[in-house]
């Protein structure tokens, strides 16, 4: 079962589990909640990554995943657009990491749910240090 639990008083948000607490808001040191809509996507697409490499039995490559999206104009203001840009950093066989990309976009269960509503597209950068 999921639980989230939110707290908003006065001027201070926060975003709770099990885990952790987060907080949200406009304030400096504070998350959007697009910004946590965005990082959830670039977590669970990473995690399913995680996966597809452990059941190849494989070491998952360092990466970083930036993700930008805009919003459209017309209420509801929903995604109109998403795009995620890969930097691997680890040598890897490239069209594997491609392919995994791909499966990743299938599986990852918060991408198929914005990709009902935004385009979302797929930068892969490849720095492997020689």
């Known amino acids: 079962m999921l639980k989230v639990k939110t707290t908003y008083a006065s001027h201070n948000f926060t975003l709770e589990t099990d885990r952790a607490i987060l907080k949200f808001g406009s304030k400096e040191g504070e ?6 809509f965005l990082g959830s996507l670039s977590s669970c697409f990473y995690y399913t990554l995680m996966e597809i490499y452990a059941k190849r039995r494989m ?16 209420v509801p203001t929903t995604l109109e657009w998403v795009e995620m840009d890969i930097t691997v950093f680890d040598e890897v066989d490239e069209d594997q990491f491609s392919r995994f990309v791909d499966l990743a976009s299938k ?9 009902q509503v935004a385009e979302i597209t797929h930068k892969i950068n490849f720095k492997q240090s020689k």
């Open 31 to 36: 998350f959007f909640p697009y910004d946590l």
């Open 59 to 74: 070491d998952t490559p360092a990466m970083e995943i930036i993700v930008t999206g805009d919003k459209r104009k017309e």
């Open 107 to 115: 599986y990852c269960s918060i991408h198929a749910t914005i990709s």
